[in-house]
């Protein structure tokens, strides 16, 4: 069984920095798709970055793109999300997600069948 363990989060303030894991355990994820979204109260959960367990190139939503960087370890079967210049609107619970979605529908969370529980991250201004 696929699970997914987020930790990490917490609050900081705006410019400040946080990173983020998602252990990943329950199978080989070679191939697999793994991603970070993050939602806010009301709102859908919204892509943030992604990257195939294979290779070294990360996928990034332009709202965070040379401010966040996604990175992963293979061995530990863990992946992080280096969170840089933070701004207020990066406020979410930010979630991991693993699945192996066309390479079109990346971006989109309901692409996705196996999800962490969530870190909270609130950004203070």
């Known amino acids: 069984q696929v699970q997914l363990v987020e930790s990490g989060g917490g609050l900081v303030q705006s410019g400040g920095s946080l990173r983020l894991s998602c252990a990943a355990s329950?199978?080989?994820?070679?191939?697999?798709?793994m991603g970070w979204f993050r939602q806010t109260p009301g709102k859908e959960r919204e892509f943030v970055s992604a990257i195939t367990w294979s290779s070294t190139g990360a996928y990034y939503a332009d709202s965070v793109k040379g401010r966040f960087t996604l990175s992963k370890d293979n061995a530990k079967n863990t992946m992080y999300l280096q969170m840089n210049s933070l701004k207020p609107e990066d406020t979410g619970v930010y979630y991991c997600?693993?699945?192996?979605?066309?390479?079109?529908?990346?971006?989109?969370?309901?692409?996705?069948?196996?999800w962490g529980q969530g870190t909270q991250v609130t950004v203070s201004s």
């Open positions: 997600a693993a699945d192996v979605p066309p390479f079109s529908y990346v971006q989109l969370a309901g692409s996705y069948d196996y």
């Open positions: 329950g199978r080989t994820f070679t191939g697999y798709t």
